[in-house]
């Protein structure tokens, strides 16, 4: 802006950028992104309100890169050594997650509120309630592993190698810095106002989607393969 404005001048998902000599008599906003006003006249309120507790630049955005790939490494180390401990029902969950798709969907939006229900159900009940307690935990450990073994479908998918054929280290970290990759851009992007910015969001969104796709999948097949014992022609 570098005129006048009768009102108030709002950006969202974008910076603000007054000026020198523009004047705003109203507020002046912007929600998610920059504000400038240097030697710009607001007779309101200059407020600005970001999406994240960091701001992605220096020297922000090396520890936003920095925990991005911390967290990708501890699922690629988790996701290891549970292949190393149970191939097969790694192998079992993945099959079930291509095969019935539509309908490890299903249960995996379901899963969660049938969690919910059943754990207030358990805490009624004085028998219930350890059972009860421990329940949220096994679910979000059912969810990761579920999360691990749709990461080794996409990685296979990504590497062109076949369902439980092979090792699984390399279609793992397709999967998986797949994902991660998603987020690094657009913490990269994110520093630079106006249209890349967008960029930014829109790979945001993607490594979001991405990684609520993938566990609500695989948290589908872990309980339709019963927790990696069905399919029974696979074998060990």
Known sequence: IEGG?????VAVFGSLDLRRGATVHGDAVAVGGG?????????????????????LGLPGLPLVLATILLAWLV?????WIGAALFPARLARVAITSSRRTAA???LGILSGP??????????????GIPIAVFLPFVF??????????????????????????????????AGSLLVASMFGFGAIL??????????????LLVGVLLMLGLSTIGTGAFLLSRAGTRPTDIGE
Not at 75 to 79: A, D, K, M, N
């Open 35 to 55: 504000l400038h006003a240097e030697g710009a006249k607001v007779s309101g309120q200059s407020v600005q309100v970001g999406f994240f507790p960091l701001t």
């Open 75 to 79: 699922s690629l180390f988790f996701g």
């Open 114 to 127: 049938l969690v919910l229900m059943a754990t207030l159900l358990l805490m009624v009940t004085v028998i």
């Open 190 to 203: 994110w520093e630079t106002p106006g249209i890349v910015r967008t960029v930014a969001l829109f790979f």
């Open 140 to 173: 979000v450990a059912v969810v990761y592993a579920g999360q691990i073994a749709a990461a080794y479908v996409l990685g296979c998918k990504l590497t062109r190698r076949r369902l439980g054929v092979g090792g699984v280290t390399a279609p793992l970290i």
């Open 104 to 106: 490890s969907i299903g």
């Open 5 to 9: 404005v009768d009102g108030s001048a």
